[in-house]
C-alpha cells in the first residue's frame, strides 16, 4: 500500500502547490494582459502560452537549462542554498510552467467578458482601481477563472515529461503518480502499474466533480434559461 | 449651481467620423438634454463624468473644475463626485438590492455586507420604497424597481450632479408617466442638480427647466422654461 | 486573394489537407530490419548499423535504443523487433523466459567494465566506493536496477561491499545508462556508474574515479527475436556483429571480447 499512498499524496503537494502558484500568477498575468493597450500584448500571451504548445520533454530540458546546477541561474540558486534539480519543489515548478497557459488563457477570457459598463458604474462611484478589481471585475470573472484552475490542476496531477526531466524518478521524493506508472512498466510490473492506474484514475474523477461543485453559478440574471420541451406540431386527440 | 462645459472630441471607427464640439452653460438644477439618437448626448455625459477624455475643453461644476485642457487638469472619475444613471442600469447583478445601494458608500476593496444596511443607504430604500425587495439580486426584480436601485445607488453617496441617461427609454408608458413625476418631485425635494438626456420630448417639457437641442455632436438649440426647441429643426449656427 | 481573405471553412479544410499528406508520408520501408540495443550500444550500433547497410545495400537498418529490460518489454507487448542485443544476461534471460527470442541464436559479443565516474572538475578526491557514503557526497546516479541492467551491476558490486544501503539512500535512478551519464556530466549529481565505453564519449565532462570490480561478468548477449519476418536478415546482421570486422567496431569504442 505505500506504493500507492507515497505517490499519491506527493501527486496531490506537487500539484496543490503547482495550482496555487498559477492561481495568482495566471489571474495576475491575465488581468495585466487584458489591461493592456499595446500590440505587442498578442505576442506576449503567445509566449506566455508556449508551456501548452510545446513537448513536456522540451520544457523539461528549458527548465533544467535554466535551473540546474552549470544552468543560467543554477550557480546562483546553488549560492541562496535552493536545490531545485532532484526536488519535490522542482516538480512544483515543472507542473507550474506546464499547467500555467489553462489558468492565463481561462482568466483572460474571463476577464475580457467582463461588462465594462459595470465597472465604469462602480468607478463613477468613486470606488478605486483595485477596490473594482476585487468588488466588481474578479467576481464577475471568477466562474471562467475557476473552470481554468480546476483544468491547471488536473493538468499539474498528470505532468510527466517535464517532471521526469526536472526532477528525476526518485521514490519517496520525487516519485509522483505519473512517474511511479512509468516505472512500474518499464520494470514489467503490471499489478502494480494497474493498481497505480486505478487509484490515479479515481482520484482524478473525485477531484472533478468536488471542483464542480465549487465552481460558483452563472452571475445571476443573464436572461432566462430557455427550457426544451417535446414539441408537437399537430393536435393530439379529438 | 453653476455649470460650465466646453468639449471638443474626434471619435473615429472604422470608416465613421464624429466630431463632438459641445459648449454651454447653466445655473439651472434641471437641465435637459435632448437630441436624435446618435447625436452625442451619451458621449458628453460620459464626458463630464469623466469616463470619456476630451481632447480639449473645460468642464467646471460649481467653481470645480473638473476638467481643463489647458491647465492639464484631469480629475479621475472616482472624485468628481458625479452620480450617473446608465441607460440599461448597470445593477451589479452578483450583489443584492441592498449591496448595491450601499455600493458606493464605501471606497475600499470590500463589498457591503449582505444583511448591514449603512442609514445613508436605508434613507433612499425607504424612499423609494424598496424594503421587500433588499435582499433580492437585480435579475429578480422589475425594470420598474431596477430604475429606482440604480437611482438610490447613484443618489446615496450624496453627489455634486446627476446624470441621468435616457431614464425611462426601458418602461411603459404607464410607467414612464409615474417614474417621470416622482423624479420631478424628487428634483423639488432635492437640492442636487440633475442633467437629463432624452430624446422623448414629454420627458424633456416635464423635466427640464434648461433645455439644450442637441444634434450631430453640437448643440444649436437652448431655451428656458416651457419654450419648446422645434423638434429636429435645421442646423443653425453653434450656441455657446 | 490570399489564405486570409478565404472564408474559414475553407481555410480549415487547407490546414486539414496539408496535415492529412505529411501524416500519410510513406512509413516503413520494405526491407527494414528493426534492432533494439542497450542504451550502452548507441555510438558502436549506429556505426554497425552504417557498415552492415553499406554492405547490404537493399537492407535498412532501424536501431531503436533504450534500456535493455524496457526494450525486452516492448518485445514481449508485440514491437516489431528483428533483433535484441542486451546490457547483461539476466534481461536476455526474461526474454527467452517469455519466449520472444530463439534461444539458439543467442550469442554473447561483447564485454564491458562498469566504472565510477565524477564531473570532469570536481573537488571531492573520490578514490573508492566507500567515499561515496561520505556526507559531503550528495547525490550519486545509477541505473534503475529494477529495469536497467547497469543498475543491476552496480547494486551488485555495493552490495558485495556493504554499501548498498548507504549509497541507495543518495540515489538518483536513472532511466538507462545514457541518464545516468548525462546526470554526471550536467554536475546534476557528485558521481554516477555508467559503462567504460559510456564515460569514453565524453571525456571532457567526466572522468573516470574507480574501476569497478565486477562479481559477475559484464558480458552482453544478443539474439534474433521469435516473432521476426526477415529471419535471413537478422541472422545475418547477427552474425556482422560476432565477425571480425563487428568484432573491431566494438573494440574501437572500447567494448571487450566476451
Known sequence: MDAVWVPLLLSLKVAGWATLLNAILGVAAAYAISRWRSSARDVVDAILTLPLVLPPTVLGYYLLVLVGRRGVFGAWLDRIGIELVFTWQGAVLASTVVAFPLVLKSARAAFEGVDHQLENAARVLGVSETGIFFRVTLPMALRGISAGVVLAFARALGEFGATLMVAGNLPGRTQTLSVAIYEAVQAGDDNTANLLVLVTSVTCIVLLVVAGRLVPPAARGVGEVYERRAFRREAVGK | ?240 | MTFRTLPFLRRTACVGAALALTVAAPSAFAADLVVSAAASLTNAFKTLAEQYEHAHPDTKVVLNFGASDVLMQQIVKGAPADVFASADQTAMDKAEAEKVVQSASRKDFAANQVVLIVPQDSKLGIGSLKDLTRADVKRVAYGNPSSVPVGRYTKGALEAEGLWDAVAAKGVPAQNVRQSLDYVARGEVDAGFVFATDAAIMPEKVKVAVRVPNRTPVTYPIAVTTQTKQAQQATSFVQYVLSAEGQAVLAKFGFQKP
Open chain 2, 1 to 240: 449651481m453653476s455649470m460650465q462645459i466646453t468639449i471638443r472630441k474626434r471619435l473615429v471607427s472604422r470608416d465613421r467620423q464624429f466630431a463632438l464640439d459641445i459648449g454651454f452653460e447653466s445655473d439651472s438644477h434641471r437641465i435637459a438634454m435632448f437630441g436624435p439618437s446618435g447625436s452625442g448626448k451619451t458621449l458628453t455625459l460620459r464626458a463630464i463624468a469623466g469616463l470619456l477624455a476630451p481632447e480639449s475643453g473645460r468642464i467646471v461644476l460649481n467653481g470645480r473644475t473638473l476638467f481643463d485642457s489647458e491647465s492639464g487638469i484631469d480629475l479621475p472619475p472616482q472624485e468628481r463626485r458625479v452620480a450617473y444613471l446608465f441607460q440599461d442600469y448597470a445593477l451589479f447583478p452578483h450583489l443584492t438590492v441592498a449591496q448595491n445601494i450601499a455600493f458606493g458608500l464605501n471606497h475600499g476593496w470590500r463589498n457591503p455586507r449582505r444583511r448591514e444596511l449603512p442609514p445613508e443607504a436605508a434613507h433612499w430604500v425607504d424612499a423609494f420604497g424598496l424594503r421587500e425587495i433588499v435582499n433580492q439580486y437585480p435579475s429578480e426584480i422589475s425594470g420598474g424597481q431596477k430604475q429606482r436601485v440604480a437611482l438610490a445607488r447613484a443618489l446615496a453617496p450624496k453627489p455634486d450632479i446627476v446624470l441621468l441617461d435616457e431614464p425611462f427609454s426601458a418602461l411603459d408608458p404607464a410607467l414612464r408617466t409615474r417614474m417621470r413625476e416622482e423624479l420631478l418631485s424628487l428634483q423639488a425635494n432635492l437640492e442636487v442638480p440633475m442633467v437629463v438626456i432624452s430624446h422623448d420630448p414629454q420627458d424633456v417639457e416635464i423635466l427640464g427647466d434648461h433645455v439644450l437641442e442637441i444634434r450631430e455632436g453640437r448643440i444649436f438649440g437652448s431655451g428656458t422654461g416651457k419654450r419648446h426647441p422645434p423638434v429636429y429643426a435645421p442646423l443653425p449656427a453653434h450656441v455657446a
